[in-house]
């Protein structure tokens, strides 16, 4: 039985899914005007990891994630750089998915983009309307936050805590507003800005309404999983949640799932303190399967540190697992311990996705399998598991001088001719290639 802890009722509920052994999964994607940094990496590995154990318990996941690219600060990067909203917001993507494999991270089902989907947030928005729950005020729309029900409860905050923080604002935006705390749907478009035709005249979609408009179109009036940063429980999922169940009228997501903030050497990561790291430049010093692994064991809720010995550890725990998965088969297996090791692990993995406790109990089959247990059907679910952290294996496959070599160490031990073999043994140790004499032939590791 899965538990997650539901960001809503700040609690641990039982995961029961809208349709049987089937996941309808949304999770905030990047605004697309630059390289992703290590916190939306932290977000897509993190949901890649609970999709994936999804998945080994049997599920299918529809797993999806959406592109903002029409943005304040798309329009303002795309004029610096000479381009179009699109042509930069293009280049961005393609970017990310590049970014992510590296890390990776599992294609979404589906990557829907704002653009593509400008008819269904105008009608998603004149509903609102017709319904009083939205208001046109000079080319501007706005939602009646007071109209909703149990506004900002994700955020555990109440209207008066946000009356608070909205007093004494005054901009050309709040005197358009009926109330302070209401939020733009739809803005008019200022000369010269990418826009698109209205009820409301020339404009474009406010950043909430795009979600909600995505999600609802692809998955359904009702989700089971809405996820994303812990950054984006207020205002973002408050106002998707407000204004897609003020449509429906049902529950927009059954769950609300948010990951930590990182931290870089027990900073928060911020462009003004010069610690800002991007994806595209880790990945020119750091092994992605490496980053990827080093996420992916850190508990998805919790805030995690971002360090150069805290890379160097997941590298190390890494290789061993790696070198592990490569130990040549023994003739005894204890079926009896196995399966009470992949009981933990499903155990610590249920609760709330724990890849912390759940690494742990991967450590210890490590050692259990370095310790002599070890067969085709041990190593298949290994290989099933260490996937879920991102672990792949591909075949290698050495290059014809050093098939010759080990051919000729062959020959050499044949002939008992051992001086030779130990010779050719420490030439390919020097390739990183460690050898393993077994009862079946000769198996190697690289290092």
Avoid at 91 to 101: M, N, P, S, T
Avoid at 145 to 150: L, P
Wanted: aromatic share 12%.
């Amino acid at each position: 039985m899965i538990k997650i802890y539901d960001t809503m009722t700040r609690s641990l509920r039982e995961f029961v899914p809208i349709h049987k052994n089937t996941v309808n999964m949304y999770v905030c994607g990047p605004t697309v005007y630059n390289y992703i940094h290590i916190g939306n990496a932290r977000s897509a590995v993190a949901f890649d990891t609970i999709r994936r154990y999804f998945e080994y318990r049997g599920y299918r996941v529809n797993y999806v994630s959406n592109f903002t690219d029409v943005d304040d600060k798309i329009i303002k990067a795309a004029a610096k750089a000479g381009m179009t909203t699109k042509e930069l917001s293009d280049k961005f993507i393609a970017a990310f998915k590049e970014d992510v494999a590296a890390l990776g991270v599992k294609p979404a089902t589906a990557n829907p983009r704002v653009i593509d989907y400008m008819d269904e947030i105008i009608d998603f928005v004149q509903v609102l309307v017709d319904k009083g729950f939205a208001y046109e005020t000079a080319g501007d729309v706005y939602f009646r936050v007071r109209k909703s029900g149990h506004y900002a409860a994700l955020a555990n905050k109440t209207l008066e805590e946000l009356e608070i923080g909205a007093s004494g604002r005054v901009d050309a935006e709040s005197e358009l507003k009926e109330d302070p705390l209401d939020f733009a749907l739809w803005k008019s478009a200022k000369p010269g800005e990418v826009s698109w035709s209205s009820p409301w005249g020339q404009g474009r979609p406010g950043w909430h309404i795009e979600c909600s408009v995505m999600a609802t179109e692809i998955l359904g009036d009702t989700i089971d999983i809405h996820g994303g940063g812990a950054d984006l429980e207020f205002p973002h999922h408050t106002n998707e949640i407000a204004q897609s169940e003020a449509k429906t009228g049902k529950t927009f997501a059954n769950y609300w799932m948010h990951n930590g903030f990182v931290n870089i050497d027990n900073e928060k990561m911020s462009k003004s303190l010069g610690n800002f790291i991007t994806v595209h430049d880790a990945l020119k010093t750091m092994d992605g399967q490496v980053l990827r692994f080093f996420f992916a064991t850190q508990h998805y809720r919790k805030p995690f540190n971002f360090t150069e010995k805290a890379i160097h550890d997941a590298e190390v725990n890494l290789k061993y697992l790696k070198n592990t998965y490569e130990q040549p088969f023994t003739d005894t297996v204890d079926e009896a311990e196995f399966a009470q090791l992949l009981e933990r692990f499903q155990e610590a993995m249920d609760e709330d996705f724990n890849t912390a406790n759940g690494i742990t109990v991967v450590f210890e089959m490590a050692k259990w399998i370095n310790s002599g247990h070890y067969n085709q059907a041990v190593k298949d679910k290994f290989a099933e598991i260490l996937q879920i952290f991102g672990i792949v294996f591909v075949e290698e496959v050495l290059d014809a001088d050093i098939e010759k070599l080990i051919e000729e160490r062959q020959a050499a031990r044949a002939a008992r001719d051992f001086e030779t073999a130990d010779a050719i043994r420490a030439q390919l140790a020097a390739q990183g290639i460690r050898l393993l004499d077994t009862t079946d032939g000769v198996r190697w590791t690289r290092d």
